[in-house]
């Protein structure tokens, strides 16, 4: 890619787009993303409470999102923070997408719970915060469920195709990319979201590479424009966080799209989604 490639490292290889490479796509319950295939990833940050969970993951389901997300496991900067449900999370996910019929993306943060999360999940999210963390990719991949790879918010491109490499070494193909946005001076945002690593990410790998403009922005206005942006720019995908009462959310309250909001939302992106010549996978 760069010329700023760590010496010592072999370039990245799997991950790589060669001439000849097809796109791939990432298919759970025939539900795609990638090669025009668009994914809507939707659902609460975390899960607070069973209503919580299935008002919003009903409210995804009736918009049209195509895979439904829900982290049970979370991983807050404070230790004072909540901290999510853990288990009893896994079992009002199961119930969620049983309910729904959509395919479930929640974190895996500890390789001691991959099993059991594995057992609820139908994509494994590893966290921008544990990008780096080899092991866990290990656990993520062995795991044999696709894997949706969050960019850590101080990790170059390169970095993070390096940490693909890691899954697809494993021998799991079936990996996405997220941009969520990076850490710079900027503080009008949470983070700022790297546009550009769309499209970089689209020329170097064959990987679907999907948005996230809800932990970027940090707020909810600004979660539309930026989704529309990432879907113009190439992304195959945009994960959203909703909740049925964002004002009273346990968990990034201001970033959340509140459910009765959301259908229109659904409806920008299949517009733009249209305009680049893609469909709701
Ligand atoms: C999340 O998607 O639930 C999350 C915690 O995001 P990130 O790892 O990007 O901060
Ligand atoms: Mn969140």
């Known amino acids: 890619m760069s010329a700023t490639r760590i010496p010592d490292a072999a370039p990245p290889s799997l991950v790589t787009r060669a001439e000849s490479s097809e796109a791939t796509v990432v298919e759970v319950a025939g539900r795609r993303v990638g090669n025009g295939w668009l994914g809507l990833v939707a659902g609460p940050c975390t899960v607070e409470s069973r209503e919580q969970t299935l008002a919003a993951a009903r409210a995804v389901a009736a918009a049209g999102a195509t895979w ?9 900067t404070s230790p004072y923070s909540f901290q999510g449900l853990g288990a009893e999370a896994l079992d009002i996910l199961a ?3 049983a309910e729904t019929g ?8 500890d390789p001691r719970h991959a099993r059991e999360v594995a057992a609820v999940a139908d994509v494994i999210q590893i966290g921008a915060r544990n990008m780096h963390n080899a092991p866990l990719l290990s656990e993520a991949a062995a795991t044999g469920k696709p894997v949706l790879l969050k960019r850590g918010p101080a990790a170059s491109v390169e970095e993070l195709l390096m940490a693909a490499e ?4 494993a021998g799991n193909g079936q990996v ?12 009008s945002t949470r983070y700022t979201l790297d546009i550009g690593a769309v499209p970089v990410l689209k020329r170097e790998t064959h990987l679907p590479v999907i948005v996230d403009p809800s932990h970027a922005a940090g707020q909810r206005d600004l979660v539309l424009p930026l989704a529309r942006a990432a879907v113009a720019a190439g992304a195959d995908g945009v994960l959203v966080e909703v909740h049925p009462e964002p004002e009273r959310a346990l968990c990034d309250g201001p970033q959340l799209l509140p459910t009765d909001g959301f259908a229109a939302f659904a409806d920008e992106i299949r517009a733009v989604a249209a305009v680049v010549g893609k469909r709701l996978g």
């Open 102 to 109: 959509l395919p479930l993306v929640t974190e895996l943060v």
């Open 176 to 187: 996405l990319l997220c941009e969520r946005g990076i850490r710079t001076f900027e503080h």
């Open 68 to 76: 439904l997300r829900g982290g049970a496991f979370k991983l807050r």
């Open 166 to 169: 890691y899954l697809l070494k």
């Open 95 to 97: 119930e969620a997408r």
